[in-house]
């Protein structure tokens, strides 16, 4: 089961704990010795700001697959560190990129130095709710020119995963998949938490990465007959033809789905039921268009039931994961403690194919 890493840090003691998580996810990903490093750099600065300039907050450690998924290739494994705050907000985002940039005293290389070192970073600050950084580093740079991802790199997806009580292993996971023009998202809540519940979302993972040309419907009974024996799960399941532009949807139990089209919001609603243990006899597919605007947030019940996300979440051009992060740190508070694990998985259309 794929271990995830969310390292509270409201003291300079836990700085350590975020590079050590950050090279243990480096180890899983199979990163070489200069790659593991940087990524060790990376959640040691990121860490070391949410001290300097937010009074403290999170960091959030997986192993996820990329953003944009090629044609006929297998996704090579990349490490997120996502920096999570509820603090003041960065008022200058484009300043605080530059290096030598600095509201604390220090000398202000911090960010610079992750944007520079890292794949992928990305940055998304409001002041008075707080700042999301959010880097991964991979194994190898980007493809480009012919290398590149065909047609259905014309999606990208992105997620957050939070274990319960700072466990090693959450019972929630999220994946995602490409066959030709079509990607299928993924998202998994093994039922109650702790190792057996990771069991079952695991498997899903498993069983989603052979039946990537099917449709949600079959992929989801596949999924039932590879959960049989566990928990069981949660599941939902969106698949977007990028060449037809639609989309489509199917889910058994609480996994929520809000679709966002052209500024506005709507829920995606699942069956009743436990895929593995008792899956509905028929499974209804949703299908609706798909196209440049449209923004899809799937999340596990640790998120509260009746959440709604706000208007300016719906902006297809952040990065998904930043996007997911948001939303987790803005749909929970002090007052609503987590009381599971949360997953938060989110699909968009690509600005760079436009």
Known sequence: MPRVWEVPVHDSTRVRDARVAAEHAASAAALDEPRTAVAALVATELATNLLKHAGGGQVLIDVVAPPVLAAGLDAAPMVQIAAVDHGPGIADVDAALRDGFSTAGSLGAGLG???????????????????????????????????APGPAAGVRAGGVNVPFAGAEYSGDAWAWVRSGDRVTLMLADGLGHGPEAARASTAAVDALRGAAGLGPAEVLRRLDTALGGTRGAAVAVAQVDT???????????????RLCAAGVWRPLVSRPGIVGV???????????????????????????????????????????????????????SPARPVRDDTAVAVLTSNPSDR
């Open 113 to 147: 130095t992750c944007r520079r070192v890292a794949h992928e970073f990305a940055l998304h600050s409001v002041l008075g709710r707080g700042t999301v950084a959010l880097a991964r580093i991979g194994a190898a740079l980007p493809r480009t020119g012919a290398d």
């Open 243 to 257: 060449r037809a532009g639609r989309l489509r949807f199917t889910g058994v139990g609480n996994v929520g789905a």
């Open 278 to 332: 008792h899956r509905p006899g028929t499974l209804r597919e949703d299908e609706t268009a798909w196209s440049d605007d449209h923004l899809l947030i799937l999340h596990s019940d640790g998120l509260p039931s009746r959440w709604t996300p706000p208007p300016e979440a719906c902006r297809p051009a952040v990065d998904p994961a930043v996007t997911a992060a948001v939303t987790l740190r803005d749909a929970s």
